[in-house]
Antibody, heavy 121, light 107 residues
Framework: QVQLVESGGGVVQPGGSLRLSCAAS????????MHWVRQAPGKGLEWVAV????????NYADSVKGRLTVSRDKSKNTLFLQMNRLRVEDTAVYYC??????????????WGRGTLVTVSS | EIVLTQSPDFQSVTPKEKVTITCRAS??????LHWYQQKPDQSPKLLIK???QSISGVPSRFSGSGSGTDFTLTINSLEAEDAAAYYC?????????FGQGTKLEIK
């Protein structure tokens, strides 16, 4: 079954760290660019980060640059988001999403169900 | 960063009405604009890709149009199950960005 399953969310204090995982099944992560998107409670969607299909590059939203790092483990077919120096405003449901490239444009064709990160003292 | 501005933010509609949601980009993105539906406690669901291309399994009452900076999502003959938030999303340039969302309430 083709799916993405996020895990690793929880409650953490401001300034703390957390590592999110996104386990892929039914397809090879290495053939797709992979994104993280977040949604604060009651708010809209915010793009967070991308890792290229071959892992050669990453790109981040300005709001997380220098604090969040996206990576992947090919052997585990899993995507990660290392979150350091967390802030209250990082509180959100974090989704991983698979990118599909048609040769002309990209779109996100598969999403996980999300994992909730709460940053609070 | 490309800013996407949706209109309206909220709309209350009756079943069988026709609904139009617009999305304006701060600069041209060609047709790299996609539409999602999101219901409470669910992941976003892709409705339309590349401005106007339909998605398998999505009801035909959902359609999209536009290019450049102005885009439209149209829902013909609204059904009760269409109560949700709708987001436009551009993948023409990093950072990929989303519109602020349009919440549809069914009367």
């Amino acid at each position: 079954q083709v799916q993405l399953v996020e895990s690793g969310g929880g409650v953490v204090q401001p300034g703390g760290s957390l590592r999110l995982s996104c386990a892929a099944s039914g397809f090879n992560l290495s053939t797709h660019g992979m994104h993280w998107v977040r949604q604060a409670p009651g708010k809209g969607l915010e793009w967070v980060a991308v890792i290229w299909y071959d892992g050669s590059n990453q790109n981040y939203a300005d709001s997380v640059k220098g604090r969040l790092t996206v990576s992947r483990d090919k052997s585990k077919n899993t995507l990660f988001l290392q979150m350091n120096r967390l802030r209250v405003e990082d509180t959100a449901v974090y989704y991983c999403a698979r990118e599909h490239y048609t040769g002309t444009y990209w779109y996100y064709d598969l999403w996980g169900r999300g994992t909730l990160v709460t940053v609070s003292s | 960063e490309i800013v996407l501005t949706q209109s309206p933010d909220f709309q209350s509609v009756t079943p069988k009405e026709k609904v139009t949601i617009t999305c304006r980009a701060s600069q041209s993105i060609g047709s790299s604009l996609h539409w999602y539906q999101q219901k409470p406690d669910q992941s976003p669901k892709l409705l339309i890709k590349y401005a106007s291309q339909s998605i398998s399994g999505v009801p035909s009452r959902f359609s999209g149009s536009g290019s450049g900076t102005d885009f439209t999502l149209t829902i013909n003959s609204l059904e009760a199950e269409d109560a949700a938030a709708y987001y436009c999303h551009q993948t023409g340039t990093l950072p990929h960005t989303f519109g602020q969302g349009t919440k549809l309430e069914i009367k």
